[in-house]
């Protein structure tokens, strides 16, 4: 029983701090009133609810030990996606942002741990120099809260955590112990997830003032690598929340991203499933970068399937129930592009992780769902209908001004 407990405490608490556990629906509308984050109660609150309501499945924990045989992960070879992940093209930073990045979280983090951050920050730089663009930029472009909050609201948690280990007393809370390296993985790997949302949508502005009345939701924007890939479409689709009909038992993951409900957020179609699933491919490209820090399970290979499997769910509707709706999505290229290459990007980093116990973490029956060839197959339908297989292997810098729904701005200075 109480290695149950603890197990399912790390599991809560790795869920809580490497995931994007907020519907982005409400938080992306342009002109919304300032974003205020309130990261610990939400948190505190959504712990509670974990425990409730998260989905453990068919896993036995009773026999489980929390800590990982190194062993079985150290064998896997990481070598040359992890070269890929350190390319430093276009991902320039000049001297003068890094000074203004540290001293900002010199002020958030106390003397010593500012310390070890300052340190860790030198390898991220190196191991993933698109995510460490993704941070000084944004906490550059953005207002305070929104980018350096992050910073605030992971570390915050941190404390939080200690008071749910303090709950914990009686138990030896000895296996949850990681080393600063480890952790902090874990922290950037959320931060960096959530300042790629903070890049995204109506945030167009930052980079790119004439953009800031745009029509939200049917036009939409994607911060990748250092591109800003803004997209058109006539009208806004059915809603990503009528899914939630299509799914027998939904789990946590289900339910917070696609239940209107539980979000209270506003309708959309899957321009948000896109944004979730460009963001949870940073995360696993940040957790396969740092993979040498990384001794705990973390949810990210579990995420990245769910998204998958939302946009499958989101597809396979479009295509039974709103024939129109599907003619229209299949006949925009530049939608039809952007799918094709956040999905081929999201592929390629789940498979790099599916056989890594660090990142598998009940991933089983999602890969199985979205290698089901009833789901697979609407995927390729949906490539070869819309005829876009042909640009697979250009860059979205080369297909800008070729498909004309399709928009592509370089922030890298
Ligand atoms: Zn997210």
């Given amino acids: 029983m109480l290695i149950l407990l603890l197990t399912i405490v790390a599991t809560l608490i790795i ?23 309130s990261g610990s ?14 989905n453990f499945g068919d896993k036995d924990f009773s026999g489980s030990d929390d800590s990982l045989d190194e062993e079985n992960f150290q064998d896997i070879d990481y070598a040359e996606i992890k070269e890929e992940l350190a ?89 949850l112990a990681d080393d600063f390296y480890g952790q902090y993985s874990v922290d950037l790997i959320t931060i960096t997830h959530e300042l790629t949302h903070c890049g995204s949508g109506s945030f167009i502005y930052l980079f790119v003032k004439d953009l800031e009345n745009y029509q939200w939701g049917t036009y939409y924007s994607y ?34 991203y696609l239940d209107a409900g539980e979000t209270g957020a506003s309708d959309i179609d899957f321009t948000m499933i896109l944004d979730e699933l460009n963001a949870y491919t940073v995360s696993a490209k940040c957790a396969v970068a740092c993979e040498e820090y990384i001794k705990h399970s973390i949810n990210v290979g579990f995420g990245l399937l769910k998204q998958m499997s939302h946009l499958e769910l989101y597809l396979n509707r479009c295509y039974e129930k709103y024939p129109e ?15 094709m290459k956040l999905w081929l990007e999201a592929e390629k980093y789940a498979d790099a992780v599916k056989d890594d116990e660090r990142f598998n973490e009940g991933n089983q029956h999602v890969a199985e769902f979205i290698y089901h060839p009833d789901n697979y197959g609407t995927i390729e339908k949906y490539f070869s209908d819309s005829g876009i297989l042909p640009y697979k292997d250009k860059t979205f810098q080369e297909v800008s001004g070729e498909l004309d729904t399709i928009k592509i701005y370089d922030i890298n200075q």
């Fill in 325 to 339: 709706d599907w003619v229209s999505i299949s006949g925009n290229k530049g939608v039809a592009f952007l799918i």
């Fill in 41 to 54: 109660e939400e948190d505190s609150a959504k712990i509670g609810e974990l425990l409730e309501e998260y």
């Fill in 87 to 175: 390319d430093t093209t276009g991902y320039g930073v000049s001297p003068e942002e890094e000074v203004e990045f540290f001293a900002n979280l010199e002020g958030i983090y106390p003397e010593e741990k500012f310390i070890q951050v300052k340190e860790y920050l030198k390898d991220f730089k190196i191991l993933y120099p698109a995510g460490y663009f993704t941070l000084i930029n944004i906490t550059q472009g953005q207002d305070y809260h929104t980018g350096y909050g992050w910073f605030e609201v992971v570390n915050d948690n941190n404390l939080y955590n200690q008071e749910v280990m303090e709950a914990l007393k009686d138990f030896d809370i000895s296996l």
């Fill in 223 to 256: 911060l990748i690598g250092s591109q800003i890939v803004f997209i058109e479409k006539d009208k806004m689709f059915f809603s990503k929340y009528e899914l939630m009909e299509d799914i027998e038992a939904p789990d946590y993951f289900d339910k917070t």
């Fill in 15 to 37: 869920l809580s701090l490497s995931s994007c556990c907020i519907d982005y629906s409400k938080f992306l509308e342009p002109k919304s009133e300032e974003i205020t984050i």
